[in-house]
């Protein structure tokens, strides 16, 4: 084991037991006060009841000893007739309703034609790194829990919240967010966030944080490529107009939600300047009904501080996320080296040349060989055969056993391509169920990619998927899934429930839903799968689907030099363990020129290394040079993966901007 790693290993057995104990003593209320108080050694959050009895933030910063006062909430300020309190101050958790013009954490609309809700706090409960504060309308029966965790060795609070009704009468929820993040007053700060597109994914963006509002969002029905629920905000030098924070000093918020269908992340600099950031599902075309007795519980929004910096703020979250949300969490198990067969193949799999690439990757060194698209129903092309998942005999006539058992033969592991919320038109499965797609009636079913969405949402096609993926791992000795996602949502009806149903908009909620359980499902029936959240590359990452799936795809675009860009950006938000990144061939699809097969393969070594390039086309040189690195790599990957990270050199030009990618569509 690497020596850094060892220190580290010796550190963490040395803190254990102190670190139970902060888990129980981190949360505190001072009853005379009314403030509660989260205390770690990374971070101490405050926010306390106040005079009008709401829940109001006091601080959220660089640790306070314990005897260090925490200030009762102030008073809420009136500045004019057209800036009254509730205009500025900063509430934990907001309802829309009263004199509120800020972004609210939520908005019902009640059958009687009221939308107006105010919540009080009511009562709380501290658990061992858990409080839960429940808040309720000032009239109705409205109850509104809080939930605050709090990760004790990092710092980094998890904040959701649960919306009860205990009304006698059915109510909508029209806005929900999980949380609301208040900055400290009095200065400037610096946005961080992550934008791109396809093939130029997690582009590191950062602003000054202007008056008004920045809206991250995605309304696609998944995470999206064009903005990442990730957010950072630092600390702007004083009279400094140039958004750079540094790499190692200065003070950092950053946070990122747990949620990976359509959200919404709103920064707002308001008419006195405070930041708060508030974050959730995304209110675009969504509503909830809940009937009486019905609640609906937010994803959580996890957030964290840096007082060293934003490379602190990276390995604080870096180190949160193997320890407390990744499947194998505490300790997760470092990425094997992989081959992948899609850039050498594409859909033209068949069992000889599989066999081929496979005895050619295992000379290298590689661990586990994975199929990727093309080896089910008619798959000859992106124009037919998705959701037709048995094995394409012409490709495969004895099934995938003869494959999968020479792999092994080979001493690696085996994995497979599945892309199961999807369906062409062209399939059996479309022919024989229309009605399972996203859709709303006598409307065009738009195509992406040339498929359509199944609705997960639907409890038939929640057993389908479920059913297939779990036969498939049952006659299969399959260590790893690839689990595929290439189009997003249009037209997102759903018909099943009925025109006159008020629950057509809660598809946003429950689809994700059932991906989650099914992933989970398949995970306590199949313990020995791990699988990859891939979205035509980097489009579903986020902290939601990580706690079900051991890696991602970062981007299909594999040209080592945009990969740089691409890899930083990640590396702010998600730890590199979770960050596949491959070796293909060059000159590849981008048309960027040569570039030497030892760069591709250190660029790659930055995360979970892989090799996606046509082995049959290598010369003995490169072959060599794979052996040499790979071999390397495994003396580093733990570190790689799990170690420490520090951004020594940007990737970006100097003037700060990300590089410029043109990627052309493949
Ligand atoms: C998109 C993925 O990002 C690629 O890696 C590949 O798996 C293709 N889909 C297969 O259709």
Request: charged share 20%; glycine share 8%.
């Amino acid at each position: 084991m690497p020596k850094h790693l060892t220190l580290a290993a010796a550190v963490a057995a040395a803190l254990l037991a102190p670190l139970s104990l902060l888990a129980q003593e981190a949360i505190h209320y001072a009853a005379a006060t009314h403030v509660f108080r989260i205390d770690t050694p990374a971070v101490t959050y405050a926010m306390g009841v106040n005079a009008a009895g709401e829940l109001q933030a006091i601080y959220w910063g660089a640790p306070l000893a314990p005897a260090d006062p925490i200030p009762t909430p102030a008073e809420p300020r009136a500045l004019s007739g057209m800036e009254t309190p509730t205009t500025i101050t900063p509430y934990e958790f907001r309802a829309w309703g009263g004199l509120n013009f800020t972004e609210p954490d939520l908005k019902i609309t009640f059958p009687d034609g009221n939308r107006d809700l105010v919540l009080h706090y009511v009562s709380h409960k501290i658990e061992p790194a858990k409080l839960t504060i429940t808040t309720k309308d000032i009239s109705r029966d409205v109850f509104v829990d809080l939930i605050y965790t709090v990760d004790p060795a990092t710092g980094v609070i998890g904040r959701s919240s649960v919306i009860t009704n205990k009304t006698k009468s059915p109510l909508t929820i029209e806005q929900a967010a999980s949380a609301t993040w208040n900055l400290p007053h009095g200065t400037d700060y610096t946005l961080s966030y992550l934008s791109g597109r396809w093939a130029a994914e997690m582009q590191l963006t950062q602003q000054k944080i202007a008056d008004g509002t920045t809206v991250l969002e995605s309304r696609r029905g998944s995470t999206g490529q064009q903005n990442n629920p990730w957010f950072a905000i630092s600390r702007l030098a004083p009279g400094s107009s140039t958004p750079n924070p540094d790499e190692e000093s200065g003070e950092v918020w950053f946070g990122a939600l747990a949620w990976s269908g359509s959200w919404r992340i709103n920064v707002e600099r308001n008419q006195v300047h405070d930041i708060r950031v508030t974050g959730g599902y995304n209110p675009f075309d969504f509503a909830y009904p809940l009937a009486p007795g019905q609640n609906l519980s937010t994803p959580v929004f996890y957030a964290g501080y840096s007082g060293h910096g934003m490379g602190e703020a990276s390995r604080i979250f870096h180190r949160f996320q193997i320890a407390n949300i990744l499947p194998q969490r505490p300790t997760p198990k470092p990425r094997p080296v992989i081959y992948n067969s899609w850039e050498a193949t594409e859909m033209a799999v068949d069992e000889p040349g599989q066999v081929a690439l496979a005895q050619k990757a295992a000379s290298i060194g590689v661990e586990r060989f994975i199929m990727d698209d093309g080896w089910f129903g008619q798959r000859s092309s992106d124009h037919l055969g998705l959701g037709d998942w048995y094995v394409n005999k012409t490709k495969f006539p004895n099934g995938l056993k003869p494959l999968i058992d020479k792999v092994h033969a080979l001493n690696m592991d085996f994995g497979l391509w599945v892309e199961p919320e999807m369906v062409n038109p062209n399939s059996d499965l479309y022919r024989a169920h229309p009605d399972w797609i996203l859709n709303m009636t006598g409307r065009p079913r738009s195509e992406g990619r040339n498929q359509l969405m199944l609705n997960l949402a639907r409890k038939d096609v929640r057993a389908y998927v479920f059913g297939f993926l779990d036969k498939l791992l049952s006659d299969n000795d399959i260590a790893f899934l690839k689990w595929d996602y290439n189009r997003q949502w249009s037209e997102p009806g759903w018909p099943e429930l009925g025109p006159d149903s008020d629950k057509q908009k809660t598809v946003y909620v429950e689809y994700i839903r059932n991906l989650y359980s099914i992933l989970a499902e398949l995970r306590a029936k199949h313990p020995k799968v791990e699988i990859q959240s891939c979205s035509s590359g980097g489009g579903r990452v986020d902290l939601g689907i990580l706690g079900f799936t051991d890696e991602v795809w970062p981007s299909d675009n594999t040209d080592p030099f945009d990969r740089l860009s691409i890899q930083n950006g990640f590396s702010y938000a998600y730890t590199p363990q979770v960050m596949t990144a491959w070796v293909t061939d060059s000159p590849n699809w981008r048309p960027v020129g040569v570039t030497s097969t030892a760069y591709r393969f250190l660029v790659s070594m930055q995360g979970g290394l892989g090799v996606g390039s046509n082995l049959n086309k290598w010369s003995d040189a490169d072959f060599a040079t794979a052996k040499d690195l790979i071999a390397a790599y495994k003396t580093v990957r733990q570190t790689v993966q799990q170690g420490s990270l520090y951004r020594l050199i940007s990737p970006r030009l100097p003037t700060g901007e990300p590089s410029d990618y043109s990627a052309t569509e493949s």
